[in-house]
């Protein structure tokens, strides 16, 4: 994996480890089990150019009606100019992410008899139909969902187009 941060980190929990996220993603989904309509565990991943590539990856948990919680990871790479590579880098680190933190929060919401029926895991990739990216979304979406995951683009994949992309400015 490429080399990241020792830790993730929430705008309301600070950095946080691996360990410490999951078990704050579990009791929020826990504590909020009972009114809620459902939980989307989403994963996106946003980049931007300067000199080199800074790339975000968030995990944001969304309690369906009711707003929700996210961590976020800021590395940077050698710069990658070409849209469709930037693209596949994106979506690469979003899957790798998902896959390190699902076997872990799995195991925890087991331990904690939690619910997972209630739990919808997503990757939102940072493409959509009206730009240069459009083209690309049919091999994105194929290759997310071939991995076992629903896949949103935008307009709906807010958590690589709005999240990720405010902290990779």
């Known amino acids: ?7 993730m980190i ?23 089990s009972k009114t809620s309509e459902g939980f ?4 996106g991943t946003d980049s931007q150019n300067f000199s080199d590539t800074k790339i975000v990856v968030v995990i944001a948990v969304q309690n369906i009606g009711h707003g929700g919680i ?10 990658i100019d070409n849209i469709r590579q930037k693209l ?10 998902a896959d390190r933190v699902l076997s872990k929060f799995e195991d925890l919401c087991n331990k904690m008899n939690l619910d997972s029926s209630k739990i919808n895991i997503c990757i939102h990739v940072d493409a959509g139909s009206n730009g240069k990216t459009g083209k690309l979304i049919p091999e994105l979406v194929a290759w997310v969902r071939a991995c076992g995951y629903e896949c949103k683009v935008k307009p709906d994949s ?11 400015k």
């Not at 596949?88 to 992410?97: A, I, Q």
């Open 158 to 168: 807010f958590a690589a187009s709005s999240i990720a992309d405010k902290f990779s």
């Open 70 to 79: 996210f961590f976020y990871d800021v590395f940077r790479i050698n710069k």
């Open 10 to 32: 929430s705008p309301t929990y600070g950095k946080c480890s691996d360990e410490q996220m999951i078990n704050i993603i579990a009791n929020y989904i826990r504590t909020n």
């Open 40 to 43: 989307n565990l989403i994963v």
């Open 1 to 7: 994996m490429t080399e990241r941060n020792s830790a």
């Open 88 to 97: 596949l880098y994106e979506t690469n680190m979003s899957l790798m992410y």
